[in-house]
């Protein structure tokens, strides 16, 4: 495993408020890690399926994505499941983050393969 600095955090969140506190509360703890914003699901997929996969491939980088279940265009749960059905991205791990209560939704989460 790399140097945890080396690790870049990817950050799926469409509200610009709660992408700032997730952001800030990572810095707080010295974090000093690379962090990638993304507004909706779907800029995070196209980002993972080019520079992402490409950074992984030829420099063996890591990541860590902490990833919204409610966006627009492509939710969390459905980006989610594709990480974890595709070959070269399944090993990244995933954190969801939500606000939802209901336990169906935090064990569908699960099921699809999330880490935390």
């Known amino acids: ?16 408020g709660h992408a700032e506190l997730i952001i800030e509360g990572l810095r ?13 699901g779907q800029e995070l997929w196209d980002y993972l399926h080019s520079q992402c996969r490409e950074e992984m491939l030829e420099n063996n980088q890591e990541f860590l994505i902490l990833l ?15 990480i974890k059905n595709d070959v070269c991205l399944k090993d990244i791990p995933v954190m969801m983050l939500t606000t939802t209560d209901d336990p169906r939704e935090v064990e569908r989460c699960y099921q699809l393969g999330c880490n935390v």
């Open 1 to 16: 495993m790399k140097n945890q600095k080396d690790i870049i955090i990817l950050i799926a969140e469409d509200d610009d």
């Open 28 to 40: 707080e703890t010295g974090l000093k890690n690379e962090i990638v914003r993304f507004s909706d």
């Open 68 to 82: 919204d279940i409610n966006m627009p265009r492509m939710d969390g749960i459905t980006v989610l499941e594709r």
